[in-house]
């Protein structure tokens, strides 16, 4: 048995979901969920970089 495998790199996988083409609905609201909540945390860390540079 002979397993064939491609190396990616992180950059060409996430350009190529930019071109992946959804067939539900509920995969768009999957990927609608999964950006709210990157930038959620996103937001959380800058707020919590803001207070520690109020309390310092």
Known sequence: MRND??????AAYVESLD???Y???TEKEI???LER???NTR??????????ALIA
């Open 5 to 10: 495998y491609e190396m990616v790199t992180v």
């Open 19 to 21: 071109e992946v083409k």
């Open 23 to 25: 067939t539900s609905v």
């Open 31 to 33: 990927q609608a969920e």
């Open 37 to 39: 909540y990157l930038l």
């Open 43 to 52: 937001r959380s860390e800058t707020n919590a970089k803001i207070v520690e």
